[in-house]
């Protein structure tokens, strides 16, 4: 089978041992190298080079792709149980994962063979970095965005705003929504692989965050910057299906997994700590008050980590409820996480608050999942339109 006939939801996996041993590779990654990674981003303020580097010559930027493509051959649900792994390290090392083994799906659902060469396999090959580009400063993250192109001849010339662009300074690329200059709603819409030296743009880098320390973000603004008709994905029209259904649809799938990762990393920490801390000669795990935050973190973790699972196999299935139970466990997994990490630092006392504590970087680095991939009103704005979509019969 050649590359341009692989569907965009392989169903294929990696036999169960394999992934039993990847999986253990893995684990082993995120509690040894990955934490000296998270030592040097936090002092540093920055991603080095070198982690990008180093994350695709282990082959962890192409786990999810088909092996056809040169990734992994994963099934999605096996790709959330790395997700969940990956996320109980550094913010920003998981968003390099996250987003790399991400963008390449959305564009290769509306991507020509041309089109696969040099933007979809490139990509997963780690060889250009593209950077997801919908959300603007003065719009939502859908139908009223507001960039928008004039076409003359073979060149869209595009005029508009960017902001909270992840890897919006040191991609290559920007996959980009926008929409013909007079158009509304969906129609209209076009997805664009704009090139990061292209003319008329202006980047501002403004990494300057509370949480996942050293992830460059990007507020970008187009003068009539010039990308070519060619750099296309798909048709007039398909700029959104590209951005919500391509990308946004299975990242919210891999942002629950996140969540549960990191949540699992916080109750990991306050029980250890529960365990050593003596409190008038006694450790902590014998108060009961501790107890039941312990027990009410494992109950909210677990739950969620089964409606996001749930959520990954109905997706892989092309089911027509897959947007609403992506947009469901997103929801759910942010909640549970706010939750958890705020038990985790409440069972450190004081000694949580201080950046010497691991939780410290764990409290700051999940306030990020509230907003990311769209917040939880936006969520519940998908749940209720699919849910008003569905036929009376049926309810």
Known sequence: MS??????????ALDPAAFDR??????????????????RIESSGSVPDELWTELRERGYLSLAAPREYGGRGLSFPQWMELVELFSRSHGSLRMIVHVVNGTWRAMDAFADPEQRERFVLPSIAGRIKVAFTLTEPHAGSGADIRSSVVREGDTYYLTGAKHLITFGVRCDYWLLAARVAGSTGHEGTVALMV????????????SQTMGVVGTDHARLTFDRTPVPVANRLGAEGDGLAVALGGFLTPSRISVAMSCVGLASRAQELALEY???????????????????????NEADIEASRRLTLHAARRWEAGDRDAAKLSSMAKLTAVDMLGRVTDKSLQVHGGSGFWKSSPIERVYRDARAQRFEEGTNEIQKTVVFRELLSRPEDVR
Request: proline share 6%; glycine share 4%; aromatic share 6%.
């Open 3 to 12: 590359v341009t006939e692989i569907a965009p939801r392989s169903r294929a």
């Open 22 to 39: 990847l999986r253990a590779e893995v684990a082993r990654y995120v509690s040894g190298p990955a934490e000296e990674w998270a030592d």
């Open 195 to 206: 090139p990061r030296d292209a003319a008329g743009v202006t980047v501002e880098d403004t």
């Open 274 to 296: 529960a365990r050593r801390r003596v409190t008038f000669g006694k450790p902590l795990t014998s108060r009961q008050s501790v107890q039941f935050m312990l027990a009410e």
